[in-house]
Nanobody, 114 residues
Framework: VQLQASGGGLVQPGGSLRLSCAVS????????MSWYRQAPGNEREWVAR???????DYADSVKGRFTISRDYTKNTVYLQMNSLKPEDTAVYFC?????????WGRGTLVTVSS
């Protein structure tokens, strides 16, 4: 399974971005997918996940602002990020889980700054 995150960029505080994670193969075969982020000097932290059932979980720091979703026809998982804050600045990564195996994609940089 190969993953490619995209959609990062520079945005002002309060703005929005939508990240995409394109998956090689069908995402129906995956148990769940997650987004993580890593800010400079910090450890990678979990942001959101979506299960095969469609249920979702979010880190407290993004709850109410970020939304994870998926499109089976495009084998893509999205992270809609609204009301962005400077502390959301990080490289964002997607991760896929299939059974006991997990797969990381390359990250995409999100910079929130005025």
């Amino acid at each position: 399974v190969q993953l490619q995150a995209s959609g990062g960029g520079l945005v002002q505080p309060g703005g929005s971005l939508r990240l995409s994670c394109a998956v090689s193969g069908s995402i129906r075969n995956l148990n769940y997918m997650s987004w993580y982020r890593q800010a400079p000097g910090n450890e990678r932290e979990w942001v959101a996940r979506i299960y095969g059932t469609g249920s979702t979980d979010y880190a407290d720091s993004v709850k109410g602002r970020f939304t994870i979703s998926r499109d089976y026809t495009k084998n893509t998982v999205y992270l809609q990020m609204n009301s962005l804050k400077p502390e959301d600045t990080a490289v964002y990564f997607c991760k896929a889980y299939r059974g006991t195996t997990s797969f990381w994609g390359r990250g995409t940089l999100v910079t929130v700054s005025s």
